[in-house]
């Protein structure tokens, strides 16, 4: 049964529309179930009833006739009480409901189960058969699993057949998709898909005679694509600073001649032809990298594929390339963005970016921050390869997609969009003002940075330092770890223009979700395992040169801290911290004018809040990471959007942990920042703020609407708020009423629409 059930959601998974999926549902599950009728009611949100969308059995032409309000019928019955009914006679249950013309009066059982996707009931499933008797254990389970399953196929037949229009059925509107946040921003435009220009899999074998000439073709190919990608970099260079270009250098070198292209003529030269040579070759490095668990080394199967793709592209020359035209306003989406088709579209016209696989780490995601475009990542449920044109409202900060929006929420988006960029504007007078709230009160706002890019933009935001420098980020973007020298240069770049601001370098926080693809961490549980301080102390090798580059960088400047992240016993710190002394020392002896850096640790597991004193003692700062801190006490994947929706800052036990902290350090007399992204929020900074926190850091984007937020309130009344809000008992309340309050001290311009708010 189970080969049956998968066999019917891949055909219902393939099929080009609602009306077609749902009639390979009614007259597959007919037939597997061996029943008379099958049929399925789907709910119309326009006229709130359940409509016989498809029927095998049943008097076909009341498909789309048939309407039944919630509890009507006992189809209703089955949608509101959200549970199967089983009936041995339906005609004598009470919430019958006679249809006439409709044959129904010749049957007599009757089971219906509802279909539910995430919560809401979309509809109701049915089978009938003529003789009484109630349908029995099995078969109810059968037919609950079925729906289970189908659940998610209507669903995304459902939205699909709301935007390539239904004759017969309802249109569902302003269709939302989860995803997690790319890049912040809010975009309208239309879907342009990017496809593959190649479909690299179909390429059958083929033997060949003449190699010389094969060879040639494969060689010419190969130029024709390096110059492609080569146009590409130089027509991002503008927006994109060296570091970043760096990633199209990668991009050049797996076509060298001793990488990807030197196996491929190897393939040639035995006699094969040039596609089916390319072929080979990328599937054996696509399976290789895309079996790894690593997230960060199945982005590089997608580079390989995505270059693979564009070789084959230019091998089959006579093939006309799928031409795609940007129109203004283009949301560009694909299965995979990778940094190359980003830069394909003209910059000026590129509004926002979906990607239905990646996350918030991947390549196109780091890049769409820097530049400043809006970005979804991981729709998993988006039906990419259908929604070529069709418009779409892109929300990148709550990491969200609707397709076929309607008019009153195209409005709304278009309202937010206006006032994002109103608000920017009128925000620009505040950088060389003060963080001062109106009674006086002085808050540190820094910045947290990576791109070398984002140094220019933090400075012109009026950053007084910087609170987070990720240095896995320039990491990610290399072939193998940075040597000591290229280290101190890419340091100094970031310490120099700062200067005597403090730069807080974090040390290498990788493993979890960001990886190096020279260095693979294969785990089961990432977020649980060898990350951040944890991988460094296994390898002092990698740390110490990383903590001399630090140090080196910082001579004559003296504005270095150094951050340990993942902390999550005192060991660590000591064990550090004896490497950070060795690295010193060694460079005094060695006679460079190094000082001793301040050393702080991240705040981001549950031990460590609750060791906080210990920790405090061992250092000069502490940060919390509040991104993680988030992650760990709620026990919600911070980058998984099933769970998205747990996902919250202002969560009571996470307000009661940050409180916690603060309070605690202080009792040690250390400093005490944070540096996730709730301090980029206008009303969590004020929390923070009020709570105790001596810096706040956050991406220079958010920089200006949070000083606009501290220099709209007195310190002495937020933390009135504070103490009213650290006594609830609910993440929704705590942000309902923290909205109260700052529209009740006019910053309602600084408000963005919670995600529960979205749910309208
Ligand atoms: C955090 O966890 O809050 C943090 C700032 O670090 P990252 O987001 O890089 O994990
Ligand atoms: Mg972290």
């Not at 529309?17 to 599950?29: D, N, Q």
């Not at 130029?223 to 199209?248: C, Y």
């Not at 002394?581 to 640790?601: C, R, S």
């Amino acid at each position: 049964m189970l080969d049956v059930l998968r066999r019917i959601v891949q055909e219902v998974n393939a099929a080009a529309s609602l009306e077609s999926a749902l009639k390979i549902i009614v007259s597959r599950v007919q037939r597997a179930m061996k029943t008379h009728v099958c049929s399925v009611y789907l709910f119309d949100a326009n006229t709130q009833h359940y409509v016989l969308m498809a029927t095998e059995g049943l008097n076909p032409k009341l498909v789309g006739q048939v309407r039944l309000a919630p509890s009507e019928g006992i189809v209703g019955k089955v949608a509101a009480r959200a549970e199967p009914i089983n009936l041995e006679d339906a005609a004598s249950h009470p919430s019958y409901y006679f249809v006439s013309g409709s044959g129904e009066e010749n049957y007599h059982s009757f089971l219906g189960v509802p279909i539910i996707h995430q919560r809401n009931v979309l509809g109701v499933l049915v089978v009938q058969q003529k003789h009484r008797r109630r349908f029995d254990e099995g078969e109810e389970a059968l037919l609950v699993t079925m729906s289970a399953q189908l659940a998610g196929v209507i669903a995304h037949a459902e939205v699909t057949g709301g935007i390539s229009v239904s004759e017969t059925g309802p249109v569902r509107q302003d269709a939302k998709f989860d995803g997690v946040s790319g890049a912040p921003g809010v975009a309208l435009g239309n879907a342009v898909v990017v496809a593959p220009p190649a479909d690299l899999d179909g390429v059958p074998d083929q033997q060949i005679e003449d190699i010389e000439h094969e060879l040639e073709r494969f060689s010419s190919a190969l130029e024709q694509v390096r110059h492609d990608i080569r146009v590409v970099g130089r027509s991002l260079a503008k927006r994109l600073k060296g570091e970043e270009q760096a990633l199209f250098d990668v991009y050049l070198r797996m076509l060298d001649d001793n990488a990807l292209a030197g196996e491929v003529m190897a393939k040639i030269r035995q006699g094969q032809w040039a596609q089916g040579a390319l072929r080979q070759v990328v599937q054996s490095h696509v399976q290789k990298f895309g079996l790894m668990d690593d997230p960060y080394l199945r982005e590089r199967a997608t580079d390989i594929k995505d270059l693979g793709r564009r070789v084959l592209a230019r091998l089959q020359e006579d093939t006309p390339d799928i031409c795609h035209i940007f129109p203004p306003n283009t949301i560009l989406v694909a299965e995979e963005i990778t940094p190359a088709m980003l830069g394909e579209v003209p910059t000026d016209r590129l509004v926002g970016l979906v990607s239905v696989l990646g996350s918030g780490n991947s390549h196109a995601a780091i890049l769409a921050r820097s530049m400043g475009i809006p970005t979804v990542m991981g729709v998993v449920d988006l039906p990419a390869t259908r929604i070529h044109g069709k418009q779409l409202i892109l929300d990148g900060f709550t990491g969200r997609v609707f397709a076929n929006p309607s008019p009153e929420l195209t409005l709304h988006y278009a309202e937010i969009l206006r006032e994002e960029t109103r608000l920017t504007k009128g925000l620009e007078s505040l950088r060389d003002k003060p963080a001062r709230t109106l009674d006086g009160y002085d808050m540190p706002l820094w910045v947290n940075t990576g791109l070398v890019t984002d140094i220019a933009l933090a400075l012109d935001r009026g950053a007084q330092g910087v609170g987070l420098y990720r240095t896995e980020v320039p990491f990610m973007i290399k072939e193998c770890f940075p040597s000591e020298q290229e280290q101190v240069e890419s340091y100094r770049r970031h310490l120099e223009p700062f200067a005597p601001q403090s730069v807080t370098m974090r040390t290498l926080d990788i493993g979890g979700d960001k990886a190096l693809p020279y260095f693979p961490i294969e785990e089961q549980n990432p977020s649980l395992g060898w990350r951040g301080v944890r991988v460094t102390l296994d390898h002092p090798e990698i740390f110490l040169v990383q903590v001399r580059a630090m140090l080196l960088a910082s001579e004559g400047l003296d504005n270095l801290r150094i951050m340990l992240p993942m902390i999550s016993t005192v060991t660590e710190i000591d064990e550090a911290m004896a490497l950070i002394e060795q690295a010193f020392a060694e460079l005094n002896d060695e006679g460079h004018q190094v000082i001793q850096p301040e050393v702080g640790v991240m705040i981001e597991v549950p031990a460590a809040v609750y060791q906080v004193r210990d920790i405090a003692r061992r250092v000069d700062f502490v940060s919390v990471g509040s991104n993680d801190l988030t992650q760990y006490l709620l026990a919600v994947d911070r980058n998984n959007p099933r769970v998205a929706g747990l996902y919250n800052h202002f969560h009571p036990a996470v307000l009661q942990a940050l409180q916690f902290v603060v309070t605690e350090a202080h009792r040690e007399d250390v400093q005490v920042g944070i540096c996730g992204e709730m301090a980029g929020d206008p009303g969590g900074a004020l929390l923070l703020m009020a709570m105790g926190y001596d810096v706040l850091s956050m991406s220079s984007n958010n920089l200006p609407r949070v000083k606009s937020a501290v220099r709209g309130v007195n310190l002495t009344e937020v933390r009135e708020w504070l103490t009213e809000l650290l006594a609830l008992d609910c993440p929704q309340h705590v942000e309902a009423r923290l909205s109260d309050h700052l529209r009740a001290a006019g910053l309602s311009r600084l408000l963005r629409p919670s995600p529960a708010e979205m749910e309208r």
